[in-house]
């Protein structure tokens, strides 16, 4: 259950909690080097200019509450300063930032995150399946937001759960456009007067891909702009510790109801593709240790056209070449390089079975 938090002075790192109060001072009072990723959906300076009507008449509910207004771009770049100097402190050597922004911002925050001092990882374009039409036709429909990815420094040895992303992609390399809607139906909280309870809320489909891609189970993620508390709802589900920082005590009211209702996955549901340069090594010898290929028994190639015979130290020998199950992988290829676990196959009830077979299952032993 998410607890409304007041401010003192100096903070140890407690989760699952909703700080209130201004960001950057929230952030100045919590332990340095503490939290592993920042999701930020900071305020977008719409600078809007009246009201704006659909068609019919009817008044659209655009972004103009009080938390959106500044002065000038100055004031706005240096509130932009002040908070992202405040959440590089907070993140672990190794942490990472999320910057969301419209094309009313992203290009000053994208100036001002280089400036901090963080490493610009990638931009990924959030293509709305259902945007807001331009009802005075006098622009294009503005169809996506920009989110920037960037770690604490260049030297940042940064999560990026590479395979987990391309298993969501199904099978496919995770590209920089994502395609999502905004939240509609039931998603879309609603206050007591039954009008949304937040104007920017933000899909939890677009946070568990940022969450997934990003982060660890049991890792720290901190929102500084919490609203509504979709980044703790999905951090929550997905066994990730979160801290939220919210100022308007509306917001807040309604991120604890959504967050407390939110039911954590059972952490084998919820682990993650892990990136295969994290799983335990094998050396192909144990497999020869342990029977599970004998000394002398032949490997083949996956056409058939070459061979090797396995020796009792865990080497290969074919008819010109000796050496581990890479070399001379390579060399009958006439390669540069090549991966021996997916290269040389075994003979199983009639099929050729890629050696890799008895890795993954003494890999699964580890596990256990």
């Known amino acids: 259950m998410a607890r409304p938090k007041t401010a003192p002075e100096a903070r140890s790192l407690e989760t699952g909690v909703i700080h209130a109060g201004d960001c950057i001072e929230v952030m100045r009072s919590l332990p340095a080097g503490s939290v592993d990723l920042i999701f930020a959906d900071p305020p977008y300076n719409l600078q809007l200019r009246g009201d704006l009507h659909r068609p019919d008449n009817s008044r659209v509910d655009a972004v103009d509450d009080e938390w959106d207004r500044f002065a000038s771009f100055a004031a706005y770049d240096e509130f932009s300063r002040n908070w992202l100097a405040a959440a590089r402190r907070l993140l672990k050597p190794d942490g990472a930032i999320w910057v969301i922004g419209s094309y009313h911002n992203i290009f000053r925050l994208g100036t001002a995150i280089q400036d901090a001092g963080y490493w610009i990882l990638n931009d990924v374009v959030w293509r709305k399946t259902n945007p807001m039409p331009n009802f005075r036709g006098k622009r294009l429909t503005n169809a996506h937001e920009t989110m920037i ?96 920082i919210e100022r308007e005590a509306a917001y807040r009211r309604v991120a604890e109801k959504r967050i407390g209702a939110v039911r954590p996955l059972d952490k084998d ?6 990136a295969k340069r994290a799983e335990p090594r094998v050396a192909f010898g144990l497999l020869v240790e342990r029977g599970m290929l004998a000394p002398g028994e032949v490997l083949i190639s996956p056409n058939g056209r070459h061979s090797a015979r396995i020796r009792a130290d865990g080497t290969l020998i074919s008819s010109e070449n000796r050496g581990s199950i890479h070399q001379v992988g390579a060399a009958v290829q006439g390669a540069p390089s090549c991966n021996g676990w997916t290269f040389w196959h075994f003979k199983k009830d009639g099929a050729a079975v890629p050696i890799d077979y008895w890795r993954q299952q003494i890999r699964a032993e580890m596990g256990e």
Request: proline fraction near 5%.
């Open 269 to 274: 549901v919820a682990a993650i593709t892990p």
């Open 149 to 244: 990815w960037a770690a604490k420094s260049d030297r940042s040895k940064y999560t990026f759960n590479y395979e987990a992303m391309k298993a969501l992609n199904d099978g496919v390399q995770m590209r920089s456009d994502w395609v999502i809607p905004l939240c509609t139906g039931g998603e879309r909280l609603k206050n007591e007067e039954g009008e949304k309870a937040h104007p920017t809320q933000k899909p939890e489909a677009l946070l568990h891909r940022v969450l997934v891609a990003s982060t660890r189970q049991n890792g720290v993620v901190l929102d500084p702009f919490f609203g509504t508390g979709t980044t703790g709802a999905v951090a929550k589900r997905l066994g990730r510790r979160w801290i939220g």
